[in-house]
């Protein structure tokens, strides 16, 4: 069998995960020697894109975009059907998808240097040059946005981009590539398809690499870039706290929380893992397993469906190892935790109370609606509960008391928090990113992204000695 798709290449599959016998796509696997050709033909398409001007380039994303808009009910439908997305979500995802290549369409525009005070008379100014072919590599959660927010900053600074997508999410990969590549030269936007093996190979050929996936996968991609030399940039998991103070609105923050934790089965990097409850809230919990129970996995397609199926089986087995090891490990399930009698890889959202604050469960990601809860006797314990772990992408602080948030805020070790707001939830015009082992390398989204896609070159022009 090894020697067979030695031969023939590996064919890659994707199945929709509430309906697993149903197969979305299927797709032979590149070969490093064809990642390696992508990129150089990449390299040539890259010096006429830049040859093209920010005009030509922002009208080449204002045609994507609108080739996007005019798709959205089918891009929407193909993005439930091939990773489970809640219908509402998903549509909100492809919105995302047409904001995302409109603004950069725009940042076309933006500054591209600054202007300093020539030591020598003349001129002493900086310019952002292209890398020139960006390497992207994303997971399937987003499989629209996530590929966009690298692209469009990538292009628009004037690189080129291989863009290198989940096994799981091929048809939209695909989708995107038919909207994309009409407005683009040639090779400019390549997509090659494969696991582990074809990553890797972009990681050792393109210019600069933008990794979105699990934290064991990015570790091994910063380093094999940084062996290169080459800028990379890794956004990967989370352990995201959600801190409840003292004097918070049980119902409207339970009902936030509970979104945030178990919304699209818990698959977004900014779920909610952990809830820290401070001193005494009375009703807070009860009105959290309320929500957390209220929140039954449906069918993706249907509109008021929240919670949708896991991807694929391997994350179902991962979330039942989380609940036997709750389990076992002496946690109280307080909401969820079994298995509805259904197609599909769903499983009920679960909430577990009673385990320590060590305990594996609240330190590593659980990529599934799985969070627990614990508790604080005031903001400094709650704050270092919520550093207590290797990650840093995200922390939700929700109460009415300006002080103890301040405080709150000053402590914290995330690279984004969010005040009587979700912990998911992206403004893709702001920087995005985390700390501690969630981000490596500069931030994405908003002009920050334009940053790392680009070098700084810095020119001093003297004048001609008379
Ligand atoms: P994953 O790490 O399994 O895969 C991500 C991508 O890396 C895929 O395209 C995969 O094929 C590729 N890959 C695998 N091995 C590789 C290697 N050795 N070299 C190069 N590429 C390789 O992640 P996933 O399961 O697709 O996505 C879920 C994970 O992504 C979760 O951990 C989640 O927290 C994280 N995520 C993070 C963010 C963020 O912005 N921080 C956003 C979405 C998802």
Redesign the pocket.
């Known amino acids: 069998v090894t020697a067979l798709i030695a031969a023939t290449g590996q064919v890659l599959q994707s199945w929709s995960p509430q309906a697993p016998d149903q197969l979305v796509a299927e797709q032979a696997s590149h070969t490093p020697a064809e990642v390696e050709e992508a990129v150089a033909l990449g390299r040539v398409a890259q010096r006429s894109w830049w040859g093209r001007g920010a005009a030509g380039r922002a009208a080449a994303l204002t045609g994507a975009a609108q080739a996007i808009r005019a798709r959205a009910d089918e891009a929407t439908n193909l993005v439930v059907r091939e990773v489970g997305k809640p219908v509402g979500e998903a549509r909100g995802e492809v919105g995302r998808a047409v904001s995302i290549l409109d603004y950069y369409a725009q940042a076309a525009f933006a500054a591209v240097g600054s202007q300093y005070p020539p030591s020598l008379g003349g001129l002493l100014y900086t310019e952002r040059r292209p890398h020139g072919v960006a390497g992207l590599?994303?997971?399937?959660?987003?499989p629209l946005a996530?590929p966009l927010w690298k692209a469009a900053p990538a292009l628009i600074a004037g690189n080129a981009v291989v863009l290198?997508?989940?096994?799981?999410a091929l048809a939209c990969a695909r989708l995107l590539d038919e909207m994309l590549t009409p407005f683009l030269p040639e090779g400019l936007f390549q997509v090659v398809y494969?696991?582990?093996e074809?990553?890797?190979a972009?990681?050792a050929q393109a210019d600069v690499i933008s990794?979105?996936?699990?934290?064991?996968?990015?570790q091994?991609?910063a380093v094999?870039g940084a062996e290169r030399g080459i800028p990379v940039q890794c956004?990967?998991?989370?352990q995201n706290a959600a801190i409840v103070l003292e004097g918070a609105a049980p119902e409207s923050t339970a009902a936030a929380i509970a979104g945030a934790a178990m919304g699209y089965a818990g698959?977004?990097?900014?779920a909610t893992r952990r809830v820290v409850v401070v001193g005494n809230n009375p009703g807070f919990v009860d009105a959290l397993v309320e929500a957390v129970r209220r929140l039954a996995p449906g069918d993706p397609a249907e509109a008021a469906t929240v919670v949708g199926p896991l991807?694929n089986e391997r994350a179902y087995g991962t979330v039942q190892a989380a609940l036997a090891a709750a389990r076992a490990g002496g946690g109280r399930m307080l909401a969820g935790g079994g298995v509805p009698d259904r197609a599909g890889w769903f499983v009920e959202p679960a909430l577990v109370d009673g385990l320590a604050s060590h305990d594996r469960l609240c330190r590593e990601?659980t990529?599934g609606p799985f969070a627990t809860l614990l508790h604080a006797a005031d903001v400094a314990q709650a704050v270092w509960l919520a550093n207590a772990v290797p990650y840093g992408?995200v922390t939700s602080v929700h109460g009415p008391d300006v002080s103890e948030i301040l405080s709150a805020v000053a402590g914290l070790d995330t690279g984004m928090i969010k005040v009587n707001a979700p912990t998911t939830g992206v403004d893709f015009y702001a920087p995005?990113g985390?700390e501690k082992g969630?981000?490596y390398g500069g931030r994405?989204q908003g002009m920050a992204a334009l940053d790392f896609f680009a070098s700084t070159r810095t020119v001093t022009i003297a004048p001609h000695p008379a």
């Open positions: 590599i994303t997971p399937w959660n987003f996530i290198k997508p989940s096994p799981d494969g696991g582990s074809t990553g890797s972009v990681v990794f979105t996936g699990s934290s064991g996968v990015g091994r991609v094999q956004e990967m998991g989370g698959q977004k990097c900014t991807i990601e990529f992408l995005f985390g969630s981000s994405e």
